[in-house]
């Protein structure tokens, strides 16, 4: 009686277990952050706010100015020599890949610096220029408030945090904004083909 007693009891508990994980990993499907992050704005799309950036020739654009064509953005910082050196070569490959979307105003490539205390215009051109930037289509910029700066790393689900010598540790991704800004993707950060492929799709002819 005593050992029936105690399988009821461990099946209690397994059974509650498994109803508390179903419920953390978003019914089995998310068993990281960052693939709750992806289900999550594929399932339910946020909103990108229409805030400014000042971009590497010293001019001004906003996500609002952006509006109707399709945005591929990603998070960086110049001084990064791990992800973001390499982000900028896929981002010049893009450009190739899109140069059609591109040239006609459909598809437009964002990399936005998550520290602009350092990555003033002059950073940001030479983190294009290094990147193998084509000179078309791909728009390198930092937010000027730390408040946008702040709302846009909520709404994207951008992570950095300071690594102690001067950089930081961060996610990456190829983060997909469409014609209504609606931030409705998330991709792989070292795989431009199928973000080109992502948006190639769903272009009106």
Partial sequence: MAVLRTLLA????????????????DGFRAFTTETARRIGVREHPPAVPPLPLQTADGGRTSFGALRGRWLLVDFIYT???????????????????????????????????????????????????????????????????????????????????????EGFVHNAAIAVVDPDSRLVAILNWDDPRAAARYVTRRLTP
């Fill in 10 to 25: 461990s099946l209690a508990l397994l059974t509650a277990g498994v109803w508390v994980l179903a419920g953390v990993t």
């Fill in 79 to 165: 001084r990064c020599e791990t992800y973001c050196s390499v982000q900028g070569g896929e981002f010049a490959r893009l450009q190739r890949r899109l140069a059609g979307p591109i040239a006609s105003g459909k598809v437009a490539l964002l990399s936005v610096s998550f520290d602009p205390g350092h990555d003033e215009p002059a950073a940001l051109a030479d983190y294009q220029r290094r990147g193998g930037d084509l000179g078309a289509g791909w728009i390198a910029a930092r937010p000027l408030d730390h408040a946008d700066l702040a709302t846009l790393m909520r709404v994207f689900g951008v992570i950095a945090v300071p690594d102690g010598q």
